[in-house]
C-alpha cells in the first residue's frame, strides 16, 4: 500500500496531520507493515496561509504509481480548483484504486473528474460548491462510495483516519489507534 | 502576544498542529490581530519518527522574548527530558508568562523544572514519569495551574486550542472556532 499525501500553497495543516497521524500507527504498530507514502507537491515547497511549511518527498511526480492519493482541504483549494496544470498533475491518478479528500480537498477531486456519478462530502460551508462536481452531496463526516473516500470539515481528517485504519486492517486496530491519540469526536 | 512553538526530532506532528490551528484563527479572524508565533528549532530540521519535516523559523534562539512557549510531545521526548544542552535552551523560557504543553511535551516542562509545585497532566500511560516532576498529575483533557497550561494525549491538542482561544480571546470566539472545525472532542 502505497499513498500519496498532497501538498500545496494554501493547505490547512490539520487536514493532513488528522489523518495522517493514525494512519501512520498501521505502519509503527505493523498491522500494515508494507505501508509507504510520499508527500507529494506540484510546486517547489508548499504553506499554508500563515507560512508553516511542510517539506515535499516528491516535486511533479507523476501519480500513477500510488494505490492512493489523499487531498487535504483549505484556502488554497479555491484557485487550484480551476488551474488546468495542477489539475492535470491530479489526474494522473486516475488509476489509483482509492481517491481521498479532506474538507475542501474534494472541490479538487471534484475538478479532476473524479466524482462524477460519486457521493461525496466536503467542508460543511462548501457544500453547494461541490454539488455541480459529483452525483449527491451528503452531510456524513466520512462518505466511501466505490473507494472515492471523502470527509468533511477539518476535524473529521481525523474520523477518515481511524476509518482508512479500519478498511485497511480491522475495527480492533482502530479502536486501538483511538484510544492511543485519545480521540472522542 | 508572541508564541514559540518547539519542535524537536520524535515530534508527534498532531500534538503540535491540533493546538496550532484554531490559535492561528485567533489572527486570521481578527480575534488577536496583534498574534504572532515562530517555530523554534534546538536542531537545524525537525521531523517525526516516520520522516514528515516542517521547517522551523528559528533555530537555537533563546526563549526569553516569547509570552509562552508551547511544547508538542512525541517519542523524541523520552531522551529529551535528560538532554542537558536541549533543557538549557528550554530553561531560557523561565520567564515567560505562558508554559504550554501537549501530551508527553510535559516531560519536557518537567525536566526544565517548570512543573515544581505545580498540578498538570500528560499523555495516559505516561502518568508515573510525569509525577517527580510536578505537585500532582491530574487526569483532565487540559489542566491550567496559573498559566502553566498542560494537555492530555495527541487529540486533547484540539481542546487545548479551543481552551485557549477562550483564555486569549473568548468563550464565542472559541465556540465559532470549533465551529468551523467542525470538532466535537
Redesign the interface.
Known sequence: MNLAYIIFNGI???DL??V??PV?KL??GKHLPDLE?D?CCFTESAAD???????P?KIKMPLDQYDAIIVPGGSGTRQLQYDSEFLGWIRTAVDCKYKISICTGSLILGAAGFLRDKKATT??QEYDTLKPYCREVLTD?VVNDENTITA?????S?DLGLYLCKLWANSEVSENIRR??????
Do not use: C, P
Open positions: 490547512t495543516w490539520l496531520i488528522g495522517y497521524e501512520s505502519k509503527s507514502w508527500i496561509i500563515y507560512g508553516l511549511s511542510v517539506k518527498s467542508n460543511f463526516r468533511g470539515a477539518v476535524s473529521a481525523i492511543r491519540i485519545d480521540y472522542h469526536g
